[in-house]
């Protein structure tokens, strides 16, 4: 199954680009036939791929390519004046509804997708959703462009893409602020700030990957170490009665409530 013609609107900024490469880079679309369209004219970062098209008009994009995919910020999404009622369009945008991008395109094949700033390094999670009109073949296309950017999962109902927008689509950000205070905490007790972040760099990095690879889940794994006690145990169960998760469901909602808002600033 061939991808066809692609393009990206706002195809060189930091996530268009970072799906662009993923595809380039594992095979999954030529050069040739990937568009991508900026406001500079300027493609940093695709100097390996000349055969790459690119383009500052955002209609020539959309008349030679069969897919879309919308990568630009919410804010700047009606000013994009396109037609894609006959794409099959992909929407990157947070809280930029199916119903908001029919209105301003006329597109009918629309799919919702989260990926995150992790398709760089092709370890995003992106859960997608897709409107009634996307045929088998469309779905099946989607699935391939997410999963060259690490795993994917079709989701039943338009609303929890918000809801992931606040979860995965933070990428590093929410677990940057774990390990930037584990990082702060040695550094006061007397260690060497660059031994204490390659220290806990290194943690995260064996950690994900375990977590990612292990039959437990996160929570039999939890109450793994807390049943085998010891020092482990001690510091999960002090963290355990504190205010972590309160804290955790309190920057989760926050996130939620504003994916949830009108991105568009059309209300």
Not at 4 to 14: D, E, K, N
Not at 105 to 133: D, E, H, K, M, Q
Request: overall charge negative; some cysteine.
């Amino acid at each position: 199954m061939t991808t066809g013609t692609i393009g990206i609107v706002g195809g060189t900024g930091w996530l268009g680009g970072a799906l662009a490469r993923a595809w380039l880079e594992t095979g999954l679309v030529e050069a040739a036939d990937l568009w991508l369209s900026n406001r500079s004219g300027r493609a940093e970062g695709f100097e390996r791929w000349p055969d790459v098209q690119l383009t500052t008009d955002n209609r020539a994009l959309v008349e030679r390519c069969q897919t879309v995919l919308l990568s630009v910020r919410p804010q700047d999404f009606r000013a994009l004046r396109i037609d894609l009622s006959d794409r099959l369009v992909i929407s990157v945008m947070a809280g930029v509804t199916i119903e908001a991008i029919a209105a301003a395109t006329g597109a009918v094949r629309i799919v919702r997708a989260l990926p995150n700033a992790a398709a760089a390094f092709r370890l995003s999670y992106a859960p997608w959703y897709a409107s009634p009109g996307l045929t088998d073949a469309d779905c099946a296309l989607v699935r391939r462009l997410l999963e060259a950017c690490g795993t994917s999962d079709r989701l039943p109902e338009e609303g929890q893409i918000d809801y992931f927008t606040s979860l995965t689509g933070s990428g590093p950000g929410f677990i940057a602020l774990f390990a930037d205070a584990m990082i702060r905490h040695a550094t006061r007790t007397g260690i060497a700030p660059e031994v204490a972040e390659r220290a806990i760099r290194q943690l995260f990095l064996g950690a994900g990957t375990m977590l990612a690879e292990a039959d437990q889940s996160p929570g039999e794994t939890v109450r793994a170490f807390v049943d085998y006690g010891g020092t482990t145990a001690a510091g999960l169960r002090a963290m355990q009665q504190s205010s972590l998760e309160a804290a955790l469901g309190r920057g989760i909602e926050a996130a939620h409530a504003l994916a949830c808002a009108d991105m568009t600033g059309d209300r």
